[in-house]
Each structure stands twice: as structure tokens, then as C-alpha cells.
């Protein structure tokens, strides 16, 4: 069972189309990251978000915090044929001494031109 | 900076034989950390290091599974014996203290 849903799992859709991602879990995080993967290519990270109800905007992307710091939500506005990827999501809590991250399954992203 | 250096990219073995990844973290960067990313499971952490002492290992599958850190600059994850359901994407990632974790390009195992 994955401590981070992440819904969809894929998602296929036409260029200029809009799109949300979601991160849901039962439990509070001190912090939340978004990162993005390529084929063949380690996860980048795009986002940090700390505070509940925090929202960050990075061009096209736009990442919320719930209000409980146990959800988030990405949002992609006219999406490009950059945007395909592997969507990862991970979770910051503090154990065994550190802050350690859970990631998210992912949400795999196709935009097509 | 060339980024985090991993190698082999990719390792085709057969069941029981012994692999070792190798992972070179970003230069000045004083944790590292070995993930496994499976279409199942997801990206799993496996061990992490600081300052070259290994402080997590509880994500480290079996006995079958050893990693070591005898500098700061190298790191190997050694699976002795390797078994078909090893198969996936190992990753290594470095960050300076609290900071962004940097991920490699990764090592696809397959396991015959």
C-alpha cells in the first residue's frame, strides 16, 4: 500500500489542454515536493512547498499545499509537448533522525502535439 | 559539475550472480542516498548515508543486499545473490546537508 496516492496514474491529452495531478495521503508531511523524470534520467526536482495552504507557481505549473499538509495538487495550464514526463510527488517526515522522503507512485504524462 | 555519476547504465546478469552499482555523489555533498524504482512499488529508499556512515538501512530488502561508503566521493550497492525479482531502475542521489537531493541517470538491472 503507497503512503502517497497519486492520481491518475496516466494521463494522455492534446497540447493546450489544462490538467491536474493530485497527491493524497493520511498522513501529515513537513514538507512536500513535486519533482519531474524523463526516460532514461534521474527525478528533478520542481517544487518545495512547506505551508499549509501554500501555493507556488513555476510559469505553467502551479503547486498547492493542503491545508492539513496531507494533500497537493499540481496543475498544468496549456500543457506543451515539454511537459511529458513522469510526475513524482514525495512527502517529507521526520524519522529515524532525518527527514526522510516517501514518494508517490507517479502520474505518467503524454502531451501530444 | 558533471552531477551524480552512476555506473554500470545498464547490467544484464543472470540469477545468483553478483552485481555492484556504483554510484560518484556531486562534489562537497556530504549525504547520499540509493533508491529502487519499480513500476510496482514505485521509487523506494533503500540506504542512506552521512558523512560517509550509513544512518538508514532499513529499506535494504534482505541480507542479499550490501552497500558501502569508504569515501566521500564513491558508493556501491552490491546484491550477492541477485535474483529476477531485483530487476528494476537503482538510483543514486547526493545533497549538501538539508538541500536538494540530486538524482543520477540510474542503473537498469535486469536479472535473468
Known amino acids: 500500500t503507497q503512503l502517497l496516492e497519486q492520481s491518475p496514474q496516466f494521463l494522455s491529452i492534446q497540447e493546450g489542454e489544462n490538467l491536474t495531478v493530485y497527491c493524497n495521503s493520511s498522513s501529515v508531511f513537513s514538507s512536500l515536493q513535486w519533482y519531474r523524470q524523463e526516460p532514461g534520467e534521474g527525478p528533478v526536482l520542481l517544487v518545495t512547498v512547506v505551508t499549509g495552504g501554500e501555493v507556488k507557481k513555476l510559469k505553467r505549473l502551479t503547486f498547492q499545499f493542503g491545508d492539513a499538509r496531507k494533500d497537493s495538487s499540481l496543475h498544468i495550464t496549456a500543457a506543451q509537448p515539454g511537459d511529458t514526463g513522469l510526475y513524482l510527488c514525495?512527502?517529507?517526515?521526520?524519522?529515524?533522525?532525518?527527514?526522510?522522503?516517501?514518494f508517490g507512485a507517479g502520474t505518467r504524462l503524454a502531451v501530444h502535439p | 559539475d558533471a552531477g551524480v555519476i552512476q555506473s554500470p547504465r545498464h547490467e544484464v546478469t543472470e540469477m545468483g550472480q553478483e552485481v555492484t552499482l556504483r554510484c560518484k555523489p556531486i562534489?562537497?555533498?556530504?549525504?547520499l542516498f540509493w533508491y529502487r524504482q519499480t513500476m510496482m512499488r514505485g521509487l523506494e529508499l533503500l540506504i542512506y548515508f552521512n558523512n560517509n556512515v550509513p544512518i538508514d538501512d532499513s529499506g535494504m530488502p534482505e541480507d542479499r543486499f550490501s552497500a558501502k561508503m569508504p569515501n566521500a566521493s564513491f558508493s556501491t550497492l552490491k546484491i550477492q545473490p541477485s535474483e529476477p525479482r531485483d530487476s528494476a531502475v537503482y538510483f543514486c542521489?547526493?545533497?549538501?546537508?538539508?538541500?536538494?537531493?540530486?538524482f543520477g541517470p540510474g542503473t537498469r538491472l535486469t536479472v535473468l
Open positions: 514525495a512527502g517529507a517526515r521526520f524519522s529515524g533522525g532525518y527527514n526522510k522522503l516517501i
Open positions: 562534489s562537497g555533498h556530504n549525504s
Open positions: 542521489a547526493s545533497r549538501q546537508e538539508y538541500n536538494e537531493q540530486f
